[in-house]
């Protein structure tokens, strides 16, 4: 029996059907390959690559099984946040529940995918890596969680049916998107992703945008940027960084990330009706910590608990001093906090 599925075509934007031998458009009759079960709409010639899944590990998870594998192949340190469910816990934050469809857009390792699937209906994960796209079939099927749906597509793409999501998480991803991208300017690709992700939520929808904070106090003390391992680059005017990273990189700077007050500008002029800034510390990708930075009652009851790592170094024993300043009146602090805070959660609402 043919079910339809949420997928458009990437080539017509018709409605893709799934029948009893493959995946189908409707309208121009375009098969869609299959990779293990995960559907193909995207392919790009050049994909992110940093270290981690590959398909030696993926083959360790079939042959050992899944906690086994990634032991053997993955350091304490990786395992602690790619493997880790719980870095799906800031998006209670968002108005989820047993109805929820989520959309996970540029999932990587899929620990956020993983970390909701028990409390919604419905998540589907993309992302352009087949190796973290079968690393995440391997990790649902483990935990036989039936409502996990990996499909190897763009987020520059987002070909689902509009309105589709009751949530889209795009974690980690924004600031890639251009790298990827032809456009000359990357910030309209990225603006025109906020787009999209609009598109494809359903009214009162909520998107959860992490990413980095251009003016995150870290890179103020000199911690590297972790898109360009370069120092400073996102302080500075973007013509200077666009010739620094060309003279260091002998390429264009395109992983721009960005400040408060540019995310908030683009989510609303995305259409989005309303955005609310939560700082995630220490930062998106171990987010233990999420502040409202817009709620002086939130931002009091963290300033009164959150104890910041010790250390001996300048950098920690500066942030410490600092610390120890906002919390000694975090009321005239917060407005400042929420403009370096190291990472940001967005939640903007359709
Ligand atoms: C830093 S990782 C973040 C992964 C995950 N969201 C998380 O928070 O752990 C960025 C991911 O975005 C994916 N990505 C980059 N550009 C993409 C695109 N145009 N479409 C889909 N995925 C993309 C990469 O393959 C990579 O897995």
Redesign the pocket.
């Known amino acids: 029996m043919p079910t339809k599925t949420p997928y458009l075509c990437p080539s017509c934007a018709a409605s893709v059907t799934r029948g009893p031998a493959a995946l189908r458009c409707d309208g121009c009759g375009r098969v869609f390959s299959e990779n293990r079960g995960i559907p193909a709409f995207?392919n790009?010639p050049r994909?992110?690559q940093?270290r981690g899944v590959d398909a030696a590990l993926n083959e360790a998870i079939r042959q050992d099984g899944f906690q086994a594998a990634t032991h053997e192949h993955l350091d304490e340190r990786t395992r602690g946040?790619?493997c880790n469910p719980r870095?799906a816990n800031p998006l209670y934050v968002a108005n989820i529940g047993p109805r929820t469809k989520l959309l996970?857009?540029?999932?990587?390792?899929?620990?956020?995918t993983i970390g909701i699937a028990d409390l919604v209906e419905e998540v589907h994960a993309?992302?352009?890596?087949d190796e973290?796209l079968e690393f995440i079939q391997l990790w649902a099927e483990h935990l036989e969680l039936s409502n996990v749906h990996v499909a190897k597509?763009?987020?520059?793409d987002l070909n689902f049916q509009q309105e589709y999501f009751d949530a889209v998480?795009?974690?980690?991803?924004l600031e890639?998107?251009a790298?990827?991208?032809q456009s000359p300017d990357p910030e309209q690709t990225q603006r025109d992703v906020l787009h999209k992700a609009r598109s494809v939520l359903a009214p009162g929808g909520q998107l959860l945008l992490?990413i980095e904070n251009r003016l995150g106090l870290p890179y103020w003390l000199g911690v590297p940027d972790e898109h360009t391992d370069m120092r400073f680059i996102t302080l500075m005017p973007r013509k200077a960084a666009r010739l620094f990273h060309r003279i260091q990189k002998q390429r264009p700077y395109r992983a721009y990330t960005h400040t408060r007050r540019w995310l908030v500008r683009n989510l609303l002029g995305a259409g989005f009706s309303h955005v609310k800034t939560y700082a995630t510390l220490p930062n998106?990708?171990a987010p233990w910590n999420v502040v409202d930075m817009d709620s002086p009652a939130a931002w009091r009851a963290f300033c009164n608990s959150y104890q910041l790592g010790s250390g001996d170094s300048l950098r920690r024993r500066t942030a410490t001093s600092l610390w120890q300043a906002v919390q000694a009146d975090p009321d005239r602090w917060r407005r400042v906090v929420r403009e370096f805070a190291p990472a940001y959660m967005m939640v903007a609402t359709r």
């Open positions: 995207a790009p994909v992110w940093k946040w790619a870095r996970d857009a540029g999932c990587g390792w899929g620990s956020l993309i992302d352009v890596s973290r597509a763009s987020v520059l998480v795009l974690s980690g991803v890639w998107t790298e990827f991208a992490m998106y990708r």
